[in-house]
């Protein structure tokens, strides 16, 4: 799964600058629209067990939706990189009191614990960070696969927990170029509005 494309390269490299040009008052208040969006989603409102993930490199922070699911009692989960398998993830129960680590990506993820790991097929929903996405719901993520290898199952098949995409409104581009291995999204939340493409 090694990208080819140079365009997709570059169409990264703009997005994420755009993306990190904003300001700490402007990825606040997105991160208070964007929970806004989780309090009025149907989806969302009825799952019982969502994974999200933390934010990096500028994308929208969703740590404020997070606090409002707990306090909805739902159970969140986040993506840990598989200690065996390259280029897969282990999905962890995340709560206030996780001890937490930096992967190899300097992203914070929950220390490994196999107690706290599901099988990704026990979610309900999977929340995907993404770099930039068009209106045809076409995802352009950091290039790893990570998130095309765990929703293989319900691109084929729609089987698994359903993803929704989240991001900045500034991170939409006219048209994200495809590889036949890219899962596009049925959903897209950002703090402007909630995209579907089903």
Same mark, same amino acid.
């Given at each position: 799964m090694q990208e080819s494309q140079p365009e997709r390269q570059s169409l990264r490299q703009l997005v994420r600058t755009r993306r990190k040009s904003l300001t700490h008052a402007e990825q606040q208040q997105a991160a208070q629209e964007l929970l806004a969006r989780f309090k009025e989603h149907p989806e969302i409102l009825a799952a019982k067990r969502i994974a =999200? /993930? =933390?934010? @990096?490199d500028g994308e929208i922070n969703p +740590? #404020? %939706?997070i606090h409002w699911l707990w306090a909805q009692q739902k159970e969140? /989960? =986040?993506p840990v990189l598989h200690p065996f398998t390259p280029g897969h993830l282990l999905f +962890? &129960? /995340?709560t206030a009191t996780? #001890?937490?680590? &930096? @992967? &190899?990506y300097g992203i914070e993820e929950p220390e490994l614990d196999v107690l706290q790991v599901v099988p990704h097929s026990t979610l309900d929903l999977i929340c995907t960070p993404l770099v930039a996405f068009d209106a045809e719901g076409n995802r352009l993520g950091m290039g790893g696969g990570y998130y095309d290898r765990t929703l293989a199952c319900w691109h084929e098949h729609r089987m698994g927990p359903k993803p929704l995409g989240i991001a900045h409104?500034?991170?939409q581009v006219? %048209?994200?170029p495809q590889e036949e291995w890219d899962v596009p999204l049925p959903q897209i939340?950002? #703090?402007g509005r909630c995209w579907r493409f089903e």
């Amino acid at each position: 799964m090694q990208e080819s494309q140079p365009e997709r390269q570059s169409l990264r490299q703009l997005v994420r600058t755009r993306r990190k040009s904003l300001t700490h008052a402007e990825q606040q208040q997105a991160a208070q629209e964007l929970l806004a969006r989780f309090k009025e989603h149907p989806e969302i409102l009825a799952a019982k067990r969502i994974a =999200l /993930y =933390l934010a @990096n490199d500028g994308e929208i922070n969703p +740590l #404020p %939706a997070i606090h409002w699911l707990w306090a909805q009692q739902k159970e969140v /989960y =986040l993506p840990v990189l598989h200690p065996f398998t390259p280029g897969h993830l282990l999905f +962890l &129960r /995340y709560t206030a009191t996780s #001890p937490m680590v &930096r @992967n &190899r990506y300097g992203i914070e993820e929950p220390e490994l614990d196999v107690l706290q790991v599901v099988p990704h097929s026990t979610l309900d929903l999977i929340c995907t960070p993404l770099v930039a996405f068009d209106a045809e719901g076409n995802r352009l993520g950091m290039g790893g696969g990570y998130y095309d290898r765990t929703l293989a199952c319900w691109h084929e098949h729609r089987m698994g927990p359903k993803p929704l995409g989240i991001a900045h409104d500034c991170q939409q581009v006219e %048209a994200v170029p495809q590889e036949e291995w890219d899962v596009p999204l049925p959903q897209i939340i950002t #703090p402007g509005r909630c995209w579907r493409f089903e």
